[in-house]
Structure formats: structure tokens, C-alpha cells
């Protein structure tokens, strides 16, 4: 008597939770800020974890912001010139998407062009 084995393999059914280093990006981008404003928050959202980084200084690390909006307090760490927004988005490339601003007062002024 032969025993035959035969082996079916499902591909796409299995969903890992682990983030893998290939889905994380690093992004930045730099913003012209001409008179700091005494209050200046950024506002984000993205579609996996971040670590958003502003002027070197780290506001946040394995956040999930999801489609609600997360917004810190930047006043003290904005200066003169040039500045910089930093993010870390680890998420699979085919759902890849930060959506950020600036906003002092009532005005808000989107962040595009990340690279």
C-alpha cells in the first residue's frame, strides 16, 4: 500500500501582525516659517504606526493615528526660518498615506511634497 501526501498551500489567507521592515518609510520635510507664532500646533493622521519627529525632537513613537486627527503643541520648538517634520510610517505600500498641517490661529497651512 502507497501512501500519497498531497500538500495545499493557501497564499494570502495568512495575515501577519508583526510590523516587517520593508512596509516603514522615512519622510521629511522641510517648512519656511517666517515669525513664529505664539501658538503652533502640528496636526497628523496616517494609515499605520509613525514616529513623527519635529526639529529633531521626537512628539511621538508607535502611534496609530488612524483616520482621526492627532495634533501636538510645536510653539516651543518652532523657529525662524527653516524647520523640519519628520515621520516614520511603517505600513504596507499599497495603503501608504500621511496627511499633515500646520496650524496657528485660524489658519491652516497643509504639508505636501514629503520626500
Known amino acids: 500500500m502507497r501512501t500519497i501526501v498531497v500538500a495545499i498551500v493557501l497564499t494570502g489567507l495568512l495575515h501577519s501582525t508583526v510590523a516587517d521592515e520593508a512596509d516603514t518609510i522615512w ?10 507664532k505664539a501658538s503652533t500646533k502640528l496636526e497628523l493622521s496616517a494609515s499605520g504606526s509613525v514616529a513623527v519627529y519635529f526639529n529633531g ?10 483616520d482621526r486627527q492627532v495634533r501636538w503643541d510645536v ?21 501608504r498615506a500621511i496627511q ?16
Do not use: F, H, Y
Open 27 to 36: 519622510v521629511r520635510k522641510m517648512i519656511q516659517l517666517n515669525g513664529t
Open 100 to 115: 499633515a498641517a500646520l496650524v496657528s490661529g485660524d489658519r491652516k497651512t497643509p504639508i505636501n511634497g514629503w520626500k
Open 75 to 95: 510653539s516651543s520648538l518652532t523657529r525662524n526660518g527653516r524647520n523640519c517634520v519628520a515621520v516614520s510610517l511603517n505600513s504596507p505600500a499599497e495603503k
Open 57 to 66: 525632537q521626537r512628539l511621538a513613537r508607535g502611534l496609530t493615528p488612524g
